[in-house]
T-cell receptor, first 115, second 111 residues
């Protein structure tokens, strides 16, 4: 079974631009969660989508948004990029929503650098 | 407000010895705890978990201990192997909600 895939793997943008990241979950998984990883903050939860509906949201500004398509693929968008948005963005898929973590499978992440 | 804390950013242990990674939490509503392992350029992978109704869970070389009164979680790896060198994240959750992760501890197992 193919794992979680994220595209692109690396991205360089400048301040003020916007960016869209993509995540394809494991086949059959309907929940996709997004996390931001930075050196000082660890992994911080952005949001979770299940069956095209946002189920849970972390404490991030409205510049961070997401969506999920009917095939469970998910996209995350960040508008008006700031230097502090430079991070590794991870998505994780699971079969059920609000999974207990041991059922979540992470992708390799997208490394975003904002200049 | 960091509800899950890993106060040691790094740890170095000799091969064959015990590695002990620590994690503290502040939210008494957390009822499920997990450890993840992360290699460079890969996503975190689930390692071991423990429910708040238990104080110990073992899986091969990995044992997780939970001290609810101290709000403290630890991961023991015995014996440590070079392939265990990675960043370890602890995480916690309340029922049917998101995971809250710590900041990670980089473990280096030396020969």
């Amino acid at each position: 079974k193919a794992g979680v895939t994220q595209t692109p793997r690396y991205l360089i943008k400048t301040r003020g631009q916007q960016v869209t990241l993509s995540c394809s979950p494991i086949s059959g998984h309907r929940s996709v969660s997004w996390y931001q990883q930075t050196p000082g903050q660890g992994l911080q939860f952005l949001f979770e989508y299940f069956s095209e509906t946002q189920r849970n949201k972390g404490n991030f500004p409205g510049r961070f948004s997401g969506r999920q398509f009917s095939n469970s693929r998910s996209e995350m968008n960040v508008s008006t990029l700031e230097l502090g948005d430079s991070a590794l963005y991870l998505c994780a898929s699971s079969f059920v929503a609000g999974g207990r973590g041991d059922t979540q499978y992470f992708g390799p992440g997208t490394r975003l650098t904002v200049l | 407000d960091q509800q899950v804390k890993q106060n040691s950013p790094s740890l170095s242990v000799q091969e064959g010895r015990i590695s002990i990674l620590n994690c503290d939490y502040t939210n008494s509503m957390f009822d499920y705890f997990l450890w993840y392992k992360k290699y460079p350029a890969e996503g975190p992978t689930f390692l071991i978990s423990i429910s708040s109704i238990k104080d110990k869970n073992e899986d091969g070389r990995f044992t997780v201990f939970l001290n609810k009164s101290a709000k403290h979680l630890s991961l023991h790896i015995v014996p440590s192997q070079p392939g265990d060198s990675a960043v370890y994240f602890c995480a916690a959750s309340v029922p049917a909600s998101k995971l809250t992760f710590g900041t990670g501890t980089r473990l280096q197992v030396t020969l």
